[in-house]
């Protein structure tokens, strides 16, 4: 009930491509998904977040969908870039909760 | 100040040392946390600090004991560690009350036990 199911494990886009990364949840609690994006030797920094009561948000070329029918989300890159080339992790939230639950990660490359 | 930050950025210590990690935010946040991070592995949860008070400990072994002196500061003792402790442990912050600011995650320590 506790699990965030991630896919891809692994992406390689060419420059200026889509990367999509899916993310699937169990537990019908979690309110509140945000996306961090992790360099090699730094830590995790949110990206983008999006609450259940939303289907779709866009900052920048980073869009969050949302699914809350399927219980699944997904972040879109649009026009990828070789500098966005980190690991992207979902993750889910319970109301107040202090703990996040993460997805498994995807490492992204992309080609210039 | 929107950062946290972590002292030291790498040690090495031995399965006899004791050592301590260290973290540090100047945000107002209240929540504080440390999370262990395995080579190509999420953020895994170790403890969870509100108000300067213990709320979540993730069964972690008695080898790692965690402190939080004051609101800005949170840490991590070290005793005992096995190699397999070896990980990048990470410190993050998040106002309580406020769950969509989400967490500020420092850039960890690099940990390897000999």
């Known amino acids: 009930q506790q699990q965030v199911k991630q896919s891809p494990q692994s992406l390689i886009v060419q420059k200026g491509g889509i990367s999509i990364i899916n993310c699937a949840y169990e537990?019908?609690?979690?309110?509140?998904f945000p996306w961090y994006q992790q360099f090699p030797g730094k830590g995790p920094a949110l990206l983008i977040a999006?609450?259940?009561?939303?289907s779709e948000k866009k900052e920048g070329r980073f869009t969050i969908s949302f699914n809350k029918s399927a219980k699944q989300f997904s972040l879109h890159i649009m026009d990828s870039q070789p500098g966005d080339s980190a690991t992207y992790f979902c993750?889910?939230?319970?109301?107040?909760?202090?703990?996040?639950?993460f997805g498994s990660g995807t490492q992204l490359t992309v080609l210039p | 100040d929107t950062e946290v930050t972590q002292t030291p950025k790498h040690l090495v210590m031995g399965m006899t040392n004791k050592k301590s990690l260290k973290c540090e935010q100047h945000?107002?946040?209240?929540?504080m946390y440390w999370y262990k991070q395995k080579a190509k592995k999420p953020p895994e949860l170790m403890f969870v600090?509100?108000?300067?008070?213990?709320?979540i400990n993730e069964s972690v072994p008695s080898r790692f004991s965690p402190e939080c002196p004051n609101s800005s500061l949170l840490n991590l003792h070290l005793h005992a560690l096995q190699p397999e402790d070896s990980a990048l442990y990470l410190c993050?912050?998040?106002?309580?009350?406020?769950?969509?600011?989400?967490?500020?995650f420092g850039s960890g320590t690099r940990l390897t036990v000999v």
């Open positions: 993750a889910a939230r319970r109301g107040s909760a202090r703990q996040l639950t």
């Open positions: 537990n019908t609690a979690f309110d509140y």
């Open positions: 993050a912050s998040s106002q309580v009350g406020r769950p969509l600011d989400g967490y500020t």
């Open positions: 999006i609450r259940p009561d939303v």
């Open positions: 600090y509100s108000y300067e008070k213990l709320s």
């Open positions: 945000m107002g946040h209240r929540a």
